[in-house]
Structure formats: structure tokens, C-alpha cells
């Protein structure tokens, strides 16, 4: 990706946009198109990620990580432009590292802390940035409430709503959860071309963080027609 | 309550997801015609080609997608989908219209080809039950038609008797 985004600027001045010599990629953002998921179960939290990077029709990364560390135990799975997202998880790590570490806690920060400094930089900032973020993690004993159970997003999710909507039902255990996450994930990569690649797991519990990756020859194979 | 299935002579049966309101009533003289000089009923794929000239020649004028669906005595049963640029081809299932981006997960997972009737008539009210959960644009009751060798039969699913899935 270097040697193009160097060329750019140079050529850019020279050439109209018409011109065949520099690719249309070359010019649009780059963008994590995506199918994102997060299942709860009791004890903990399943999440998952395609793992496809694209600028317009160019597939910059195939092999990409959407599934982001903000905290030991809290993990954002980003979706829509890969710069906002990035830039936004930096400033929310930034302020819960700041949270439990200046301002000295007994217990880890909420999840809903996380979500709400989100929150914060999404919604005030929305006109500028384009991104959709899932929230998901283990955090605290102390105030358990259920936001909801099961989250989709990206451009592959509208794909797999049906699914969902008829597989998950409450009260499943981590297998179960991997297993529906990793279905639900390849059927959407399946049918958007902004998402390929990869199915990138995650488990995040009381123990700790249990990280998969499922190759694109293992993936859960349906009937194709 | 709209029905947009329309009968075709002898057993196809086109649904449509038009813009245009008009194109129900084309296909019937094309198909009619033929059937009055020729002794057999037409063949599915000749409803779905009349179809398919229509979209293609038009292409520019028209927005309109066609699903074909019937039974004939050469092939059996066929499923032949036109889409928005007049593009022919035959699957063992399809989904069409706005809601059916909400399904095409569903039916890639659940669809498995040689299923019996009853099967078939509980995969399709669920995928409908599903989209119509998700999609605001559609709703009320499900329409389904059961179209064999020996005829054709048309079932009802109101609202109150699709299929409930755990949905917020």
C-alpha cells in the first residue's frame, strides 16, 4: 500500500480522473465493509469478524483484525472506514487507560463505560465519521445488565438478520454461540463482496481472552445453488 | 391486499417485483396465443423468455424483476429468475424483492434440494415470516403456491399464523 499512496499526489496533478493509468482504487478511502457479530452467554461474551479490508473494488487486506482490544477484558469489533474506526478506538482506549489507571478502581471498567465513551466521539463527531462499532466484553459483577444478548453489524449483516432471528435463541453455551457466530459469519461473507476472508473469533470471560481464527477452506459449508 | 402472483395459462405462475404496473397484463397474449395454435400448454421456460425480452429490449424504460416459477411435461418443475437488466437463468431457489436481503442467509443455511412438499411449504413461510419481521415494507398475509403436475394449489398464511421467531 505504500508505493501507490507515494505516487499518488504526483500523478493525481497530472492526469484527469478519467485516466486509465491510475486504477480507481487508488482514490477511494479505505474501508472495513464487514459483517461484524457479538452473542452473549452466561459467563461471558462470543464476538466475531470477516476479515476483508477494501478500497472500492481492491481488497487492501484479506487477512485484517477488526476485533480491537480497548481493555483487558473489553473488545470493540469495528466496522465502516478503517481510519475513523482506528482513530476513535485509540482516544477510547486512551480515556479508559486513564480511567483505572489515574483514577485508582477496585474493578475493572463496564462495558458500558466503554460503550458510552464511544458513544461519545460517534455521535458528536457524526457528520464527519463514518463508522459502526460493536461494544462487547466481561466487565464487573456489580452491575449486570443485559443490553442485548446479540448484536450485528456491517454491510454483511443485513444478509444474516433471517438467520438469526431463527437460530438464536436464549440460554446458549459458548460452543453453541462459536458455532452459530461462525455460521452466521461465513453465510454473510458468502453474499457481500465487502466482506471475505477469515472468520476471526474471540471469547472474553471471567478467565480471560480466547482468541480462533477459522481459515477460509474450514468454514461451515451450505448446500450452494 | 395486493396479490402480485399472476396465472399464467396452464400452471406457470410469474411473481412480480415491479415499479411497473402495467407489465402484469403483457405477458398473458404472448402466452395465450401460442397455446391456441399449439396443442401443448407452453413450456415454463417460454414464459420466463417472453419475460425476459420484455426486461432486456426495455431495459432503459423499465425497473421491473421476474420470478417464473410452474411445471411443464418436457422438464418438470423449473424455477427461472429475470433480473433488473433482463438477465435469464434457472436455480433451484431463489428470493427476490426488498426484503429478501434479510433471507439470504437463511436460505443458503436451510435450503437443501430434494425436499417433499410439506418441507418445502414450511422453508418458504419461514423465510417469508423472517423478512417480513425484518423488512417495513412488507407485511400482512403470506401468499404461497403450491403448482405440480396435477395442478395448482394456492395457500393462505395470515399474519396471526406465520411462524413466530425470537425477535426483540
Same mark, same amino acid.
Given at each position: 500500500m505504500a508505493a501507490p499512496a507515494a505516487m499518488i499526489p504526483y500523478f493525481g496533478q497530472q492526469?484527469?480522473?478519467?485516466?486509465?493509468?491510475?486504477?480507481?482504487?487508488?482514490?477511494q478511502e479505505v474501508s472495513t465493509g464487514t459483517t461484524i457479530m457479538a452473542v452473549e452467554y452466561d459467563g461471558g461474551v462470543v464476538i466475531g469478524a470477516d476479515s476483508r479490508t477494501t478500497t472500492g473494488a481492491y481488497?487492501?487486506?484479506?487477512?485484517?483484525?477488526?476485533?480491537? +482490544?480497548?481493555h483487558d477484558r473489553i473488545f470493540c469489533c469495528r466496522s465502516g472506514s478503517a481510519a475513523d474506526t482506528q482513530a476513535i478506538a485509540d482516544v477510547v482506549t486512551y480515556h479508559l487507560n486513564v480511567h483505572s489507571g489515574v483514577i485508582?478502581?477496585?474493578? +475493572? +471498567?463496564l462495558v458500558e463505560t466503554a460503550a458510552n465513551l464511544f458513544r461519545a466521539s460517534c455521535y458528536r463527531y457524526r457528520e464527519e465519521l463514518t463508522a459502526g462499532i460493536l461494544v462487547a466484553g466481561w466487565g464487573g459483577v456489580s452491575f449486570k445488565k443485559i443490553l442485548n444478548p446479540v448484536a450485528v453489524g456491517g454491510s454483511g449483516s443485513t444478509y444474516i438478520y433471517g438467520f438469526m432471528d431463527s437460530n438464536y435463541k436464549p440460554g446458549l453455551n459458548k460452543d453453541q454461540c462459536l458455532e452459530l457466530t461462525a455460521a452466521a459469519l461465513s453465510l454473510a461473507m458468502e453474499r457481500d463482496g465487502s466482506s471475505g476472508g477469515v472468520v476471526r473469533l474471540a471469547t472474553i470471560s471471567e478467565e480471560g481472552v480466547e482468541r480462533r481464527v477459522i481459515l477460509g477452506n474450514q468454514l461451515p459449508k451450505f448446500s450452494s445453488h | 391486499m395486493f396479490n402480485d402472483i399472476v396465472p399464467n395459462p396452464n400452471m406457470t405462475y410469474n411473481r412480480f417485483k415491479s415499479l411497473l404496473l402495467n407489465t402484469k397484463n403483457l405477458t398473458r397474449p404472448f402466452l395465450i396465443h401460442p397455446s391456441v395454435q399449439m396443442e401443448n400448454p407452453p413450456l415454463v421456460i417460454a414464459a420466463a423468455s417472453v419475460l425476459k425480452e420484455l426486461c432486456y429490449k426495455n431495459k432503459e424504460e423499465l425497473q421491473a424483476g421476474f420470478i417464473t416459477a410452474g411445471w411443464d411435461r418436457k422438464n418438470g418443475p423449473q424455477v427461472y429468475v429475470v433480473s433488473l437488466g433482463g438477465m435469464l437463468i434457472s436455480q433451484p431457489v431463489t428470493i427476490g424483492g426488498s426484503g429478501s436481503t434479510y433471507i439470504y442467509g437463511y436460505v443458503d443455511a436451510k435450503y437443501k434440494p430434494n425436499m417433499s412438499r410439506e418441507e418445502c411449504l414450511q422453508f418458504a413461510t419461514n423465510a417469508l415470516a423472517l423478512a417480513m419481521g425484518r423488512d417495513n415494507v412488507s407485511g400482512g398475509v403470506a401468499h404461497l403456491v403450491v403448482i405440480t403436475e396435477k395442478g395448482v394449489e394456492h395457500v393462505v398464511v395470515p399474519g396471526d399464523k406465520l411462524p413466530k421467531f425470537h425477535d426483540e
Open positions: 492526469m484527469s480522473s478519467k485516466n486509465d493509468l491510475v486504477p480507481d482504487w487508488t482514490r481488497i487492501a487486506n484479506r487477512v485484517t483484525d477488526k476485533l480491537t +482490544p480497548i485508582e478502581l477496585d474493578e +475493572p +471498567p | -
